[in-house]
């Protein structure tokens, strides 16, 4: 069983990855779909972890645990937003709920983010106090100086230091990032390929 769950799937790599490089059309029917199947069961997945997201949330607020209140407001929550979903996207409540609700909390997140990265940068220069400690303490600084609302106004030339860092520490850090998750999918992709790891059928 393992060893067909290994040829199915190396199988089928192999020519959603055949179908990217050959211009062969019958491939190129193939790989998409495959692809469609893949996302549907990617779909279903997500709704899946809905249900069990649910069914743990109802389990507390059956056996009336402490703080089931949250799962309440939780359930009730996941319920108007699904119902507003289906009404259509662009039903005036669920945009309001989108920047009442969640513009906010996202931007609590990222304010906390910047705090934290503060806080991290000044305990890391009392462990290592090196230069590149000190650029990445100066950095976050510079990027809460030229980003928060100051009461006497921006400080000069922010908009040239923001795009400064934006567009050259920023971007090389993020194309860094996306090189390496590109990286590691791709090996991780090869290893399935050729049998090496079966996350579908044991070892």
């Known amino acids: 069983m393992r060893i067909i769950a290994a040829g199915v799937a190396i199988a089928v790599g192999l020519l959603v990855l055949f179908g990217y490089f050959i211009p062969v059309e019958l491939l190129l029917q ?3 779909l495959l692809v469609g199947w893949a996302v549907i069961m990617a779909a279903v997945a997500v709704l899946v972890g809905v249900f069990n997201l ?3 949330h109802w389990h507390k607020i059956r056996t009336r645990q402490k703080n089931s209140v949250y799962s309440i407001l939780l359930i009730f929550s996941l319920f108007a937003t699904f119902v507003l979903g289906i009404v259509g996207t662009n039903n005036p409540v669920l945009t309001f709920v989108l920047d009442a609700i969640i513009v ?3 931007a609590s997140l990222m304010a906390l983010l910047a705090v934290t990265l503060v806080y991290a940068s000044a305990r890391l220069l009392r462990r290592r106090a090196d230069v590149m400690s000190f650029i990445f303490l100066g950095i976050a600084i510079v990027i809460l100086l030229i980003s928060a609302p100051l009461p006497f106004g921006k400080i000069p030339l922010a908009n040239e ?5 934006t567009q050259f520490f920023a971007a090389a ?4 990032i996306l090189i390496g998750v590109a990286l590691g999918a791709l090996t991780t992709g090869l290893r399935v390929l050729f049998g090496v790891d079966r996350p579908y059928g044991g070892n």
């Not at 230091?161 to 860092?165: A, G, K, Q, T």
């Open 173 to 176: 850090g993020a194309r860094g």
């Open 161 to 165: 230091i923001e795009w400064f860092v």
């Open 30 to 32: 193939i790989r998409q």
């Open 54 to 56: 649910f069914g743990v």
């Open 104 to 106: 906010p909390a996202e």
